[in-house]
Every structure is written in C-alpha cells, then in structure tokens.
C-alpha cells in the first residue's frame, strides 16, 4: 500500500545551528495509528511541522500520497488544495490556532478557505460542534475559553475540512483529567472511522491507551527505534536512554537501591 506521508532521511536544524531532527526516516499509510515520542527538545514537533509542510527540511524529502512536498510544489494551487484538505496539523499550543471572533468563525474558516459551499459548510460546522460538545460555544471568542474548550475548538476547525491524515502535536498535555479522556476516546473514533492519526507525546499512558505503533526519538534527534507500542513500552533500558523514564536513589541504612521511575502505569492488554 502507497504511503499517505513519507519522510525520507530529514534534518531540520532552527537558525542553521540548533539540530532539531537528524536523518529521520518513516512512513504513514492510510488508516495507520502512530506516534512519536521523545523527552522534550528531542524534535517531535519539528517533526510534525515538516509533515504538516509548515517548515522544509534542509536535507532529506517529505512526499505526499508520492508527490514531494516543497517551497515550490507549494505554490501550486491544486497541490496545495489537496494537502491542505488531506492533511490536518493540531498544534501543542491552540491559542496559536485561534485567531477568528468566535467559535463559530474558526470552525468555519477552514472550509470556506477551501471554497466549500456555505450551506455544506455549515452544515459540517453543526455536526462538529455536536460531536465536540461544543455547541454552547458558538458565538465565544477565543479568550473566553478554558483550555480544555480551546482544544476542542482547535481540533473541530480541523475536522470541518476533513481531512485524511490527523497530525496531533502533545494532544492531552496540560488538559483536566476529564478532557483527556474525552480527547483519547476521540482519537479512537476518528482512527476507527478509516483517520490516518499521528501523535507526538511524552505521554506515555496515552501510547499505552492508544497502542499505535511508535517511532522513538532520541536526545540527539534521531530515530532510536520504531516497532509495537507494547514492546516500546516493556523495554525499560529504551524508555531510560531516550530520557523518558529515569533513575532515582535512596538508601536504608548504608545500602543504596537505585530504582527506574516512570509516570504511568503500565497495563497489560
């Protein structure tokens, strides 16, 4: 099966000197659930954005559905239009997102953006907000919303264009516990019905809730390994290296004990 999205051997570095990903390599294809993960600084966003066609990489290739992604192919209105309808990018900080007078605004920008018909438009909008809960919030800006409220907004004016391929930046990071469930259970449902989902997190009780298959980054910027969420999760010498779990020590008496310590809890399934 043809990749949806493809990086091939990308390195990005911000201002020429600050590496930020290093010869990465992978591949999402249709109906896929994947994740990256890496302790923070190791590129997971920068990853996402040069998905996303937001930053180009200084070497290395971004193809989408076998078209690579450039400056130049960019430019190219049904190209554009196709990537841009095929790929929807949900960033870490929503109020980066939200620029619209209100709710309603932001769900419906993106379509008409598109050139979506009104009347189809808004009927997309409604359907969103139903299945969001977000339908009290229509005539809202932006600073009236709790975080939890902007995420659901953030992610609903991506929906409305319907796109293929979800690319999630931290999705659940500084959210209520409420929230998080409910934006777990979502990406389910959009991966059951036929998404292409990419996440970036740390989190990993979210990997082991989601068991997609999981690309590790590490603090040099590359990719460490890529296989099951399950064996990622159960290989401790892994999750140490890569800084996502760590070491701490104590001592009875004389005797020292040196134990691994994560912020999850790890479920069999």
Partial sequence: M?????VEKASYSYYNRIPALCNVSLSLKEKDKCAVIGANGSGKSTLLRVMAGLIQPDT??????????????LKDKGFLR???EGVGYIFQDSDVQLFCPTVLDELLF????????????????WGIMKMLDIEGLRDRPSYMLSGGE???????S???MNPQVLLLDEPTGGLDPRTQCFLTELIFELNEAGKTIFISTHDLT??????PTVAVLSEEHGIEKVGPADEILQDEDLLLKVNLIHEHMHYHGKTAHTHRHSHY???KH
Avoid: N, W
Wanted: aromatic share 8%; charged share 30%; glycine share 8%.
């Fill in 2 to 6: 043809e990749s949806v999205i493809a």
């Fill in 60 to 73: 290395g290739k971004v193809f989408f559905r076998g078209q690579e992604v450039t400056a130049i192919s």
């Fill in 82 to 84: 196709c990537f841009r």
């Fill in 110 to 125: 993106g379509p008409m953006q598109l050139g979506i018909d009104e009347e189809e438009a808004l009927e997309r909008v």
């Fill in 150 to 156: 902007k995420k659901k907004v953030a992610i609903g």
């Fill in 158 to 160: 991506v929906l409305t």
């Fill in 206 to 211: 979210l990997v082991d809730e989601f068991q």
């Fill in 265 to 267: 809890i790890y479920h």
